[in-house]
């Protein structure tokens, strides 16, 4: 159990524990008990929380993808690249970098007034639900946001895109397609991973940007579905494989 893979299998249960506790209090409250009220600063830490370990699941499936590409791309070297220390060293850039792109964020908020109805969309605290609340200037926000959006979702996304072209350029080099299968098939689980953690986001996205006016249980279902099914079903992709 020290092969690299399993140290980021580690990272990943460990983050996907802390999503599921920093959002589970408010959604049983909510559906369970029907206590639909959050303090400011309460919601504030849950935004924290959940975007810091939202960003964190982003940077560990890239940090694999990179593993999967050293193994199948220069294997030989497999064990030279990826030693103990650099791998630490990789989760805690990960981990370092999400904190440092969320943690302006509850300090952006702050400073606006809120005179809205304060009635958030969902069951928890998301940046892009709670600066519709605010009556001043949420341009700045709104910049902040979708840097931050580019920067961790959009360039992990993409670099996860190139480690994969890579990885097929090789294994269409390999004669035997009996090796090939054998070799695309010990990416199914990361595959899987990556999917299920970034198609529903890509659904709630789409469900807020285009689908105003669809019924509310559209949007909590999509929004629960994104929060919930990636830490439910990645033990049983990987345990499955291991």
């Not at 980021?8 to 639909?36: E, W």
């Not at 072209?165 to 990361?190: D, F, G, M, P, W």
């Given at each position: 159990l020290h092969q690299?893979?399993y140290?980021?299998?580690?990272?990943?249960?460990?983050n996907d524990?802390g999503?599921?506790?920093s959002?589970?209090?408010t959604v049983?409250?909510?559906?369970?008990?029907?206590l639909?009220k959050i303090?400011?600063?309460s919601c504030?830490?849950q935004?924290?929380?959940i975007h810091?370990?939202?960003?964190?699941?982003?940077g560990?499936?890239?940090?694999?993808?990179?593993?999967?590409?050293?193994?199948?791309?220069?294997?030989?070297?497999?064990?030279?690249?990826?030693?103990?220390?650099r791998?630490?060293?990789?989760?805690i850039?990960?981990?370092?970098?999400?904190?440092c792109m969320v943690?302006p964020?509850?300090?952006?908020?702050?400073?606006?007034?809120?005179?809205?109805a304060n009635?958030?969309?969902h069951?928890?605290?998301l940046?892009?639900?709670?600066?519709?609340l605010?009556?001043g200037?949420?341009?700045?926000?709104?910049?902040?946001?979708?840097?931050?959006?580019?920067?961790t979702?959009g360039?992990?996304?993409?670099?996860?895109?190139?480690?994969?072209?890579?990885?097929?350029?090789s294994?269409l080099?390999?004669a035997?397609?009996?090796?090939?299968?054998?070799?695309?098939?010990?990416?199914?689980s990361?595959?899987?991973?990556?999917?299920?953690?970034y198609?529903?986001?890509v659904?709630?996205?789409?469900?807020?940007?285009?689908?105003r006016h669809?019924p509310?249980?559209?949007?909590?279902?999509m929004?629960?579905?994104?929060?919930?099914?990636?830490?439910m079903?990645?033990?049983?992709?990987?345990?499955m494989?291991?």
């Amino acid at each position: 159990l020290h092969q690299p893979m399993y140290h980021f299998l580690s990272l990943l249960s460990v983050n996907d524990l802390g999503v599921s506790f920093s959002t589970l209090p408010t959604v049983l409250a909510t559906f369970c008990f029907h206590l639909r009220k959050i303090s400011f600063d309460s919601c504030m830490a849950q935004m924290f929380f959940i975007h810091f370990f939202s960003f964190t699941e982003s940077g560990i499936l890239l940090v694999m993808s990179f593993d999967r590409y050293v193994a199948i791309c220069n294997p030989l070297h497999y064990a030279t690249v990826l030693t103990d220390v650099r791998v630490a060293h990789m989760s805690i850039c990960v981990i370092i970098r999400s904190v440092c792109m969320v943690f302006p964020l509850p300090f952006l908020l702050k400073r606006l007034s809120f005179c809205k109805a304060n009635i958030l969309s969902h069951a928890y605290c998301l940046h892009p639900d709670l600066i519709r609340l605010p009556c001043g200037d949420i341009t700045i926000n709104n910049i902040f946001g979708l840097f931050i959006v580019i920067s961790t979702f959009g360039l992990d996304s993409a670099f996860i895109l190139l480690s994969y072209v890579l990885i097929l350029r090789s294994v269409l080099a390999i004669a035997s397609q009996e090796e090939r299968l054998k070799t695309l098939n010990t990416c199914a689980s990361h595959m899987s991973a990556v999917l299920i953690f970034y198609v529903p986001m890509v659904g709630v996205s789409m469900v807020a940007r285009y689908g105003r006016h669809e019924p509310q249980y559209v949007h909590t279902l999509m929004s629960l579905i994104y929060l919930f099914v990636p830490p439910m079903l990645n033990p049983i992709i990987y345990g499955m494989k291991t």
